[in-house]
């Protein structure tokens, strides 16, 4: 299986992230390196140059997931990016959406993945940032049918992508969580982190989310493991547990250590 070094949630318009990794740069343990999404907001894109380019030196190639920050004013409406979509910020570093591509015996799916809403709480989320920095169209924002339209569409990409992939193994790298099992429902916005996809998690060798700024251990769906690795709000403290050297191979070591004690 490809070795394949992954974080999220970096948030680098937080200046006291922005700070962090500044002073913190990420040391390679693979040639490949995929950023889980919420990297920076587009509005802002432009004042992390010097990640790009040390990123860009420091790794053979480098995915970013779109997350839902990532999408926040961007400039193309969430409806019109072509599928699948890829945008070129370096020679060797790209913005993915539902994009898969095989790394000898491995195939790797890159989709923000989005979530199901819940139809009978329109009112209490019709404030969400996705419903007033995401464009849907070039005159309409996203709302909580087309955020669910879009969910439909990608886990239908999803799906039929796994189903036919003829890769020994198989590596998903989604923004969205794909489970509700991790947690109980707390509130309203539980919805807009997580869907239902444990159908499609157990086709699969590896799943890796972020989005939730919540690190739980590694945890096993069927034969499938499913981990995270986010950075999140440094001024909540979000990282404990973040591993900015973490890789597909070390999550399995560490698992299976884990199985054994």
Same mark, same amino acid.
């Given at each position: 299986? *490809?070795?394949?070094?992954?974080?999220?949630?970096? %948030?680098?318009?937080?200046?006291?992230?922005?700070?962090?990794?500044?002073?913190?740069?990420?040391?390679?343990?693979? +040639?490949?390196?995929?950023?889980?999404?919420?990297?920076?907001? @587009?509005?802002?894109?432009?004042?992390?140059?010097?990640?790009?380019? $040390?990123?860009?030196?420091?790794?053979?190639?480098?995915? /970013?997931?779109?997350?839902?920050?990532?999408? @926040?004013?961007?400039?193309?409406?969430?409806?019109?990016?072509?599928?699948?979509?890829?945008?070129?910020?370096?020679?060797?570093?790209? @913005?993915?959406?539902?994009?898969?591509?095989?790394?000898?015996?491995?195939? /790797?799916?890159?989709?923000?993945?989005?979530?199901?809403?819940?139809?009978?709480?329109? *009112?209490?989320?019709?404030?969400?940032? *996705?419903?007033? @920095?995401?464009?849907?169209?070039? !005159?309409?924002?996203?709302?909580?049918?087309?955020?669910? +339209?879009?969910? *439909?569409?990608?886990?239908?990409?999803?799906?039929?992508? /796994?189903?036919?992939? !003829?890769?020994? %193994?198989?590596?998903?790298?989604?923004?969205?969580?794909? !489970?509700?099992?991790?947690?109980?429902?707390? $509130?309203?916005?539980?919805?807009?982190?997580?869907?239902?996809?444990? $159908?499609?998690?157990? +086709?699969? $060798?590896?799943?890796?989310?972020?989005?939730?700024?919540?690190?739980?251990?590694?945890?096993?769906?069927?034969?499938?493991?499913?981990?995270?690795?986010?950075?999140? %709000?440094?001024?909540?403290?979000?990282?404990?547990?973040?591993?900015?050297?973490?890789?597909?191979?070390?999550?399995?070591? /560490?698992?299976?250590?884990?199985?054994?004690?």
């Amino acid at each position: 299986m *490809e070795d394949i070094q992954f974080l999220s949630d970096l %948030h680098l318009e937080e200046p006291l992230n922005y700070q962090y990794f500044k002073t913190h740069p990420i040391i390679p343990q693979s +040639k490949y390196l995929v950023i889980g999404g919420d990297l920076i907001d @587009y509005n802002n894109i432009e004042t992390i140059n010097w990640f790009f380019d $040390d990123c860009s030196q420091l790794f053979k190639t480098v995915f /970013i997931v779109f997350g839902n920050h990532d999408f @926040y004013n961007f400039k193309i409406p969430l409806s019109e990016m072509n599928l699948p979509f890829q945008w070129a910020v370096r020679k060797n570093i790209f @913005y993915v959406n539902n994009i898969s591509i095989v790394f000898n015996t491995t195939e /790797i799916f890159f989709t923000t993945l989005w979530s199901l809403l819940d139809k009978t709480k329109k *009112e209490e989320t019709k404030q969400a940032p *996705e419903f007033r @920095y995401i464009k849907y169209t070039k !005159t309409k924002l996203l709302d909580l049918e087309s955020y669910n +339209k879009t969910f *439909e569409n990608t886990h239908l990409w999803l799906a039929n992508k /796994i189903q036919t992939s !003829t890769a020994k %193994h198989k590596i998903v790298f989604t923004h969205h969580c794909p !489970t509700k099992t991790l947690e109980t429902p707390r $509130d309203n916005w539980f919805t807009f982190f997580r869907s239902d996809c444990d $159908d499609l998690i157990q +086709k699969t $060798d590896l799943w890796v989310f972020g989005h939730t700024h919540k690190n739980v251990k590694t945890k096993k769906i069927g034969n499938a493991l499913l981990a995270t690795n986010q950075f999140g %709000h440094l001024s909540k403290n979000e990282n404990f547990s973040f591993d900015g050297e973490m890789t597909t191979k070390k999550v399995f070591k /560490i698992y299976n250590t884990q199985s054994v004690l």
